[in-house]
Each structure stands twice: as C-alpha cells, then as structure tokens.
C-alpha cells in the first residue's frame, strides 16, 4: 500500500496511485484500472514490462515502442511486486470509475461474441477464461468488466500484432476484425 500510495523516491520509484487511481481505480481511459484484479495476473504483467537485456519486453505499446510501465516495473523488487500485486487484488472495484459501455448499436455484437464467439472464425466466448461476470479467474485471467473500453481496444489491437506477446490472446485477436474487437471491447467494460 505504501509504494502504491507514496512509491519510494530513494530507489526511483514513481508512485502508482498518480496514473492508476485510488485503490487502482483509474479514471484515464489509457491507464487501466487495477482494482480486484487477481494477484497473479498484477505480479505477471510487471515481470512482463521488464526489457529481458538486449531483447525487448513481451509487453510493449505499438510497433515495440516502450511502454510507460516499462520505466517503472524495472525499479521494482520481486517484493514489491508481491506486495502492490496483493494489494491491489483486495482493492474494491469503484463502480462510479469504472469503465463503461457506451456503444449501444454494437452492443448485441459485443454481447454474442462474449458469450459464444465467433463459431466460424474459431473464436472462443470470451467468458469462458475471463468468467461470465468479466470479473476474471484466479490465477492468470485478467478482470475486463469496468475497464475502460479504450485501454481494452487497445489491448487486442496490441495482441493481434504481437506488441503484447501472448499466445492466447494473440491467436483470438488475430481471427477478429476491427469492428468485432471495437464491439467486444465496448461490451465487456460494460458488464
Ligand atoms: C499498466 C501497475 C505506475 C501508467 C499497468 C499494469 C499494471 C500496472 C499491473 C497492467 C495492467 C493490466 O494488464 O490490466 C503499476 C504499478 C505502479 C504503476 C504497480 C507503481 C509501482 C504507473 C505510473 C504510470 C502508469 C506512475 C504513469 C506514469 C500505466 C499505463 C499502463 C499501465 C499507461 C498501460 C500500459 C500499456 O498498455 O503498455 N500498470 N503501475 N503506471 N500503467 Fe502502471
Ligand atoms: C488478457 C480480451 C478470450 C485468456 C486479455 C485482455 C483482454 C482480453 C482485453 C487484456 C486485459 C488487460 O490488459 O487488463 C478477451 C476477449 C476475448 C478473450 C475480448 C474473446 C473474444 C479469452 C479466452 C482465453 C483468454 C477464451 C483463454 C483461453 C486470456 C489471458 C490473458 C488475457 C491468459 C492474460 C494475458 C497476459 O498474461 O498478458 N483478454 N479475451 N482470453 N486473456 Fe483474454
């Protein structure tokens, strides 16, 4: 809680309550909110935005550009992660804060393939790994419901073109379209 709120300016590190938000609810559409995600999924993505020597992190922005986190995650000690990743895991969700969907005319869209996905592109439902509600699984499947619909989008976008190295991911964002990423994104901030 400590290096959430306050981060700890001897060793550089930059305090996360600035971008991500109370308790990790963020209000910046880019900045993803953090709250009662599963500690497993925080302490990964941190070991992720670690540039592994000369080789770029499996976690970048577009085009292998670095991500913010990028500066931050390196500054943090196997501890610390244990640490903010626990805390942010008990932290309650903030439903006034939180993302929401706001595209009602993809809305049935979005709901199907969160549902069933896209029988024909082998797509899988969505709610299957990050659980009907979106509020994800222990250990490794992220909460989408409430998160902001264009951190969302941007992720797939990320996935698909491998900027964020996930195997998973990547070969479900790679069978969908621009329109069918924008709906589902859209719907699952909103569940
Ligand atoms: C992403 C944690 C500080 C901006 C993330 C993610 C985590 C995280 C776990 C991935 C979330 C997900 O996959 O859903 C932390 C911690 C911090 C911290 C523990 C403090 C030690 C900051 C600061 C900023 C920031 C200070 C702004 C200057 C962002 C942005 C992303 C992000 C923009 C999305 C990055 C991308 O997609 O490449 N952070 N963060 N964070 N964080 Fe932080
Ligand atoms: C991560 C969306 C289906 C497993 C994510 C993230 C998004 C997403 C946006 C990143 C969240 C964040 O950064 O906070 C979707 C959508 C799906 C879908 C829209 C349906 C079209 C699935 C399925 C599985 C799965 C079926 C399991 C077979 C995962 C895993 C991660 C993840 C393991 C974490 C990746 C990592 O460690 O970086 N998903 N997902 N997802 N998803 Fe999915």
């Known amino acids: 809680e400590q290096l959430f709120l306050n981060g700890d300016m ?15 609810n963020s ?5 993803p909110n953090l709250a009662a995600m599963p500690h497993e999924y925080i302490a990964k993505q941190l070991r992720d935005f670690v540039p592994q020597g000369d ?3 499996v976690r970048t922005g577009a085009d292998g550009a670095p991500s913010i986190m990028s500066t931050i995650a390196p500054t943090l000690t196997p501890q610390d992660i ?3 990743a626990l805390y942010l895991s008990q932290q309650k969700m903030d439903w006034d804060k939180a993302g929401t ?3 009602e005319a993809t809305m049935e869209r979005g709901q199907t393939i969160w549902r069933a996905g896209i029988a024909d592109r082998k797509v899988p439902a969505c709610a299957a ?6 509020a994800g699984l222990p250990a490794e499947f992220p909460r989408l419901a409430g998160q902001h ?12 073109s491998g900027d ?14 621009d329109k069918d990423l924008a709906a589902v994104a859209d719907y699952a901030a909103g569940l």
């Open 55 to 57: 080789k770029r992190a």
């Open 27 to 31: 209000t910046i559409p880019m900045n």
């Open 164 to 177: 964020r190295a996930n195997d998973i991911m990547h070969d479900i964002a790679d069978r969908m379209n």
């Open 101 to 103: 969907a706001t595209h």
């Open 129 to 134: 790994c990050h659980s009907p509600n979106g």
């Open 149 to 160: 619909p264009e951190y969302l989008l941007d992720q797939l976008k990320l996935f698909r």
């Open 10 to 24: 001897s060793r550089g590190v930059l305090a996360c309550v600035t971008c991500h938000g109370e308790g990790g």
């Open 82 to 84: 244990q640490n903010v």
